[in-house]
């Protein structure tokens, strides 16, 4: 089981499991993925951010400024943004990869697979949280019947390894058919609001 951390009141959910956190802007939805990927860190567990909107110095960056250390905790970054932006060195580390763009979901994976299989096999972690930002860049670069057979693939292989997958979603930057389409690919949808700042898990699972 995988603790989801104190903003989901330290609900559980097994693991192979994936998620969807959805709302509209401003609600919260990436800092609460971040913190569930925390949560990992502080239970001996990988961390993985694929980011398709920021460069990977930005997400280590966020981190810092809210006071986590990430010293000696096991964080990779598949970094979708800065060769396609071109706004610096692509070079890649045993925990940075880079993929070419948004648009490169093969990419993707490859990068993902390296990450899973560095911290199983050069680190002995065999847990691993897997936070993707966002879903809805993917469809802005691409559409969403390739980027629903990518996710298919993708939830498949956070399941087989037995990970946790965490994916974050923009709700009002697209329509009820498309965001129906997406949840049933997920075991549960973590819903954020401007509004209500509670946030609600619905899954089979937990």
């Known amino acids: ?48 951010v694929i980011s398709t909107k920021d460069s990977g110095d930005r997400i280590i960056e966020e981190y810092t400024r809210t006071g986590w250390s990430l010293d000696n905790v096991p964080l990779g970054i598949v970094d979708c943004v800065t060769k396609h932006q071109g706004i610096g060195p692509a070079n890649e580390t045993a925990t940075l990869k880079f993929a070419s763009s948004p648009h490169d979901m093969t990419g993707i994976g490859i990068k993902l697979s390296e990450l899973l299989e560095h911290f199983y096999s050069n680190q002995g972690i065999h847990r691993n949280r897997v936070m993707l930002h966002s879903l809805s860049t993917l469809i802005i670069y691409s559409n969403i019947q390739t980027v629903f057979r990518f996710l298919h693939v993708f939830t498949g292989r956070t399941q087989s390894a037995n990970a946790l997958g965490i994916f974050v979603m923009e709700s009002t930057a697209h329509d009820e058919k498309t965001m129906n389409m997406m949840a049933q690919l997920f075991d549960g949808v973590i819903e954020t609001n401007q509004e209500t700042p509670e946030v609600t898990l619905r899954t089979s699972t937990a």
């Open 1 to 48: 089981m995988y603790n989801l951390g104190p903003k989901l009141n330290g609900q559980t959910i097994e693991a192979g499991s994936n998620l969807l956190i959805t709302g509209p802007p401003l609600s919260g939805k990436r800092q609460l993925a971040l913190n569930i990927l925390k949560q990992g860190f502080e239970d001996d567990e990988g961390g993985i």
